[in-house]
């Protein structure tokens, strides 16, 4: 499985990104998708993850109510809309997948998102 980020770039703070992360190859229905990022200086933190077959979603408690995953099985690709942006979101975010074996085995090259204030 191969994936492959965009839709990162510069808003000023309160604004809105969508980023999409296109997967190629199979992917199944117990399939976990999910978005990390990493900001200057600090770890790779989670920030949100969709099952292939929509039945589970989580997010992290610094974007829940302002991030929505989701996903469109037709095209293979996982959406993060991202509305409200902090300064604090700027980071680098990376898109990846868990074929069910609990652990986030596959990422794309990540795209990055500034939010100025």
């Known amino acids: 499985v191969q994936l492959q980020a965009s839709g990162g770039g510069l808003v000023q703070a309160g604004g809105s990104l969508k980023l999409s992360c296109a997967a190629s190859g199979r992917i199944y229905s117990y399939d976990f998708l999910g978005w990390f990022r990493q900001a200057p200086g600090k770890e790779r933190e989670f920030v949100a993850s969709?099952?292939?077959?929509?039945?589970?979603?989580s997010y992290a408690d610094s974007v829940r109510d302002r991030f929505t995953i989701s996903r469109d099985n037709s095209k293979n690709t996982v959406y993060l809309e991202m509305n409200s942006l902090k300064p604090e979101d700027t980071a680098i975010y990376y898109c990846t997948l868990d074929p069910g074996v609990q652990r986030w085995t596959y990422w794309g090259q990540g795209t990055q998102v500034t939010v100025s204030s």
């Open positions: 969709i099952r292939w077959n929509a039945q589970s979603i």
